[in-house]
């Protein structure tokens, strides 16, 4: 008999295409969704999905429909089977929310609660969801803690994630239904996103243009490869949280817990454009911009809750993952 599928949303987005293609390397059934809108270029999306369809025996299974339109998700849904949840589908993006908010909180809120839907009336046996580093806004001291109050979200992207933590918990409470949200801190690495910084840099120096410094540099990140993402995600989506009434990782009492998903490392911008540079071999034309409206000055992950309990441990330095990305980035666009 075959064992039920994996239901991926965002199969065709950065994290759920290398979460969909792992998850079929290790013999798993895949359903992915993803609306495949334009926020970008939709042909990245497009090339994902022909690496993660590589699959020699149709065990991915990808449905175009928008998991916001609980009616067209249930009905695409209808006589497929699955039993357990990745739920990274969202609209991306904290600058783009000052500009778009209605957007956020179709995908992000709406859709987050249909999977919620999803997992309540199906009896899913875990969902693993994607939260985000931005939740912390000005209430977190470094390095961020999954314990610390996150009540102050400085972009309504990081207000819909923190909403999305928090009707998990009700779920998880009223249902018992088993959910760990997952705090990722800037995911980089061969098929990124082109909004994202470390693209964004490297297209601009490759083609001898000025990149846009904020802040005078004065900001750090905590860059986590895509490798270490997609393994940490793999363990907890194998490693249910217990309804046993114990506080989990976030303070949840509820089948239901919370973990950063980080490198454990918090680096100066100006060091990740160094080795942007290195491994372009050009200097960038570096033009200082202030600080932009919704973002965070420092991330930095304590992951010292998920290293407990599944085992998470980093292994790419960005000094690895860098040139990993340039090097992809210049085979995939001819650069």
């Not at 806004?137 to 923190?162: E, H, Q």
């Not at 490693?239 to 950063?260: C, E, F, Q, T, W």
């Amino acid at each position: 008999m075959t064992s039920p599928a994996i239901l991926v949303t965002g199969a065709a987005g950065f994290i759920g295409a290398a979460v969909s293609r792992a998850l079929l390397a290790r013999g798993d059934r895949v359903i992915g969704v993803d609306i495949l809108n334009d926020y970008y270029d939709v042909r990245l999306k497009h090339a994902r999905l022909a690496e993660v369809a590589r699959v020699p025996d149709g065990r991915f299974d990808f449905l175009t429909v928008d998991f916001a339109d609980h009616e067209a998700l249930d009905s695409a849904l209808v006589g497929r089977e699955f039993d357990r949840i990745v739920h990274l589908g969202a609209q991306a993006g904290v600058r783009y929310s000052i500009e778009n908010p209605r957007a956020y909180v179709h995908s992000n809120i709406a859709g987050h609660l249909n999977v919620l839907e999803l997992a309540r009336h199906r009896g899913i046996r875990h969902t693993v969801y994607a939260s985000s580093s931005s939740i912390y806004g000005g209430d977190a001291n470094l390095p961020f803690k999954v314990d610390d109050r996150a009540d102050r979200p400085l972009s309504l992207y990081a207000a819909t994630k923190r909403a999305d933590e928090l009707m998990s918990d009700t779920y998880a409470h009223l249902y018992r239904t088993p959910l760990t949200g997952l705090r990722f801190f800037t995911v980089y690495g061969p098929w990124g996103r082109p909004d994202m910084a470390m693209w964004l840099f490297t297209s601009a120096i490759l083609e001898g243009r000025p990149i846009q410094v904020f802040n005078d540099g004065d900001m750090a990140r905590d860059f986590t490869f895509i490798e270490d993402i997609v393994a940490g995600i793999l363990a907890c989506l194998d490693s249910p949280p217990a309804d046993d009434g114990l506080v989990k990782a976030g303070g949840s009492i509820s089948p239901h817990r919370l973990y950063n998903i980080g490198n454990n490392k918090s680096e100066r911008l100006g060091r990740l454009i160094d080795l942007i540079e290195q491994a372009c071999g050009k200097p960038a034309i570096r033009v200082s911009q202030p600080m932009q409206p919704g973002d965070m000055k420092d991330t930095f992950a304590d992951i010292d809750a998920i290293a407990h309990d599944v085992g998470y441990v980093p292994t790419v330095s960005i000094e690895q993952g860098v040139p990993s990305f340039v090097d992809w980035y210049r085979e995939y666009t001819g650069v």
